[in-house]
């Protein structure tokens, strides 16, 4: 089953589940300046609007999205069906899909056209493997976030950072298990900065090397 992994900060996790919303944010204050530019071309093409989106990522886990986008690798990676999200946000109407890399040679019209702005990104970016989530709303009903509705069927786990001690981990896992629609959630400590298994091959192999 093909999964979509939403990095974000413990707190806004936990928002996440027990409200059963997913934040959009505005992306005027990005770090990235080109996306933000692309995005601000795309709020102007329809006035008095706003344009609001939220960030996932396609594959497994990495270093990089823990540390840029999980409040520095201290985190929280929400993890959902994509056959179940795309279905619940193509009911609500709102435009979704995975991130065209191109570079600033490859730019035109036929790139450019309107449906795609919000999905298109410099290639230097390509790693990352983007999928993102946008919506264009009022501004006079919209200022600052955009909550999208969503059924809890579509989370198929969570993983909390591995820089999260043992004991804070039990009690965050405590928590959302506490939350309705949570008490079968997977809620996992994520081995990446320590695989039990690299460590246990590599005692393993230590040994046979020093007898």
């Not at 990095?7 to 933000?36: C, F, G, M, Q």
């Amino acid at each position: 089953m093909a999964t979509l992994s939403r990095y974000t900060s413990i707190p806004a996790a936990l928002d996440l589940l027990l409200h059963k919303r997913l934040v959009l944010i505005s992306p005027s204050h990005w770090e990235d300046r080109n996306d933000r530019e692309v995005m601000e071309v795309w709020e102007r093409s329809e006035p008095e609007s706003k344009v609001f989106a939220a960030c996932m990522a396609q594959g497994n886990e990495t270093a990089h999205h823990w540390q840029v986008f999980a409040d520095s690798g201290q985190g929280a990676c929400v993890r959902f069906s994509e056959e179940r999200l795309s279905a619940q946000l193509d009911a609500l109407g709102i435009a979704h899909g995975p991130m065209s890399y191109v570079q600033w040679r490859e730019l035109n019209q036929s790139i450019l056209s309107n449906d795609r702005l919000p999905f298109m990104k410099r290639s230097v970016y390509r790693f990352e493997k983007e999928y993102r989530i946008a919506v264009r709303a009022s501004a006079t009903e919209y200022s600052d976030t955009y909550p999208v509705p969503l059924d809890l069927n579509c989370v198929t786990s969570v993983y909390i950072s591995g820089r999260v001690p043992h004991s804070l981990f039990a009690s965050i896992q405590q928590i959302i298990k506490s939350m309705p629609g949570c008490q079968r959630l997977a809620i996992r400590h994520s081995g990446l900065l320590r695989n039990a298994r690299w460590s246990k091959r590599l005692q393993s192999e230590i040994s046979r090397l020093g007898s």
